[in-house]
């Protein structure tokens, strides 16, 4: 059967959605890393942050606290469908990676390459979700 393909153009992304456990926590923890609220929406219990340079992330603020952020996505042997972790495009990783150390952020994988196009390290927030920063190589371009 030949499915017709969508006739609506995509032509950018615009933002995902994380679900956080603890509001103030979240916030303090994601404003670390360089964003910015610029929206809320308590009617749907979110709100909207960008960093300077426009990516945007919304926070969900209606999750379940579970015991050592543990992540349902990732941290059980049978593994659910969904959207495992958001990659952010930073220019220097390296300085990523020492700013992290001094913090005591956890780097849990990486940095290392990934395909020809790009070095990586993953982090998690204080919920346990996964975060990937890439810094793109040679061969990478946006």
């Known amino acids: 059967m030949d499915t017709p393909q969508n006739p609506a153009r995509i032509y950018a992304y615009d933002h995902i959605g994380i679900r956080v456990s603890d509001k103030r926590r979240a916030l303090s923890f994601y404003q670390s890393l360089g964003f910015v609220q610029s929206a809320e929406f308590p009617l749907y219990e979110a709100n909207e942050m960008l960093t ?22 990732l941290d059980e042997p049978i593994k659910l469908p969904g959207i495992t972790h958001p990659a952010f495009i930073v220019d220097d990783l390296q300085a990523l ?20 196009r790009r070095i990586a390290l993953f982090i998690r927030d204080p919920d346990g979700n996964v975060l990937e920063f890439n810094q793109l190589t040679n061969g990478g371009h946006l």
């Open 97 to 116: 990676q020492r700013w992290l150390e001094a913090r005591g952020i956890v780097i849990t994988e990486g940095p290392h390459p990934i395909g020809p």
């Open 52 to 73: 300077p340079d426009g990516v945007r992330i919304n926070l969900i603020f209606n999750g379940a606290r579970l015991p050592d952020a543990h992540n349902a996505l």
